[in-house]
């Protein structure tokens, strides 16, 4: 199995430019998280998807931030305009959930953003 | 929501020494997880471990769910252990979420 996997590995952008970044969860699972990586607030989850239906995005930053997941097998995470402030490591992240079942996440390798 | 704390915070290890490190949480939960992000940013799956025992070469974990707390054992150390070791929960009642604990930077010298 490839795993999670996740482009650009890294992003270098101005601000106010549009970012978008893409997740392929592995095959089978049918979760789907976008978790954020910064200094301060260490590893925060943005929003995940189950069966490809948003269920909790609360964790997304403000309305600058939106995401999608079109089918089972792509997810992307798009920030426009982007902001300095918005610079860290974007993690993506899969996993199965059945009924009562909890199964363990599998990460991406992440997308390193820089934006000046 | 869900508290998640780890210790110690940091800790510098000579090769070969052993080590434990803790994680409390303060709530039940569905689902634990031990990570261990290596100098290159990576998040590696150590161990899925809700409850009970596991043992994957020189790391075990235990987890007393009924006490809130979990326990990652390394025993043995090797440089390339050095990293940040992260404990992540799914609580009740929080769909499938993890919420990550500070984690532990470990740092071993040859």
């Known amino acids: 199995d490839a795993g999670v996997i996740q482009s650009p590995r890294h992003e270098v952008t101005e601000m106010g430019q549009e970012v978008t970044l893409r997740c392929k969860p592995i095959?089978?699972?049918?979760?789907l998280f976008w978790y954020r990586q910064t200094m301060m607030r260490g590893l925060e989850l943005l929003i995940y998807?189950?069966?490809?239906?948003?269920?909790?995005d609360s964790g997304m930053p403000e309305d600058r931030f939106s995401a999608k997941m079109p089918n089972a097998s792509f997810s992307t995470l798009k920030i426009q305009p982007s902001e300095p402030r918005d610079s860290a490591v974007y993690f993506c992240?899969?996993?199965?959930?059945?009924?009562?079942?909890?199964?363990?996440?599998?990460f991406g390798p992440g997308t390193r953003l820089t934006v000046l | 929501g869900i508290q998640v704390e780890q210790s110690p915070p940091d800790l510098i290890l000579q090769e070969g020494a052993n080590s434990t490190l803790r994680c409390n949480f303060s709530?039940?939960?569905?689902?634990l997880q031990w990570f261990h992000q290596n100098p290159w940013g990576q998040l590696i799956n150590l161990f899925y471990i809700p409850s009970g025992t596991k043992q994957n070469g020189r790391l075990s974990a235990t987890t007393v769910a009924t006490e809130r707390y979990s326990l990652l054992y390394i025993s043995s150390s090797q440089t390339t252990d050095s990293g940040v070791y992260f404990c992540a929960v799914v609580a009740r009642n929080a769909g499938n979420m993890l919420t990550f604990g500070g984690g532990t930077r470990l740092m071993v010298k040859p």
């Open positions: 709530d039940s939960v569905n689902n």
């Open positions: 992240a899969s996993s199965y959930r059945g009924a009562k079942i909890y199964n363990e996440q599998f």
């Open positions: 095959s089978g699972h049918n979760s």
């Open positions: 998807f189950n069966n490809n239906v948003p269920i909790d």
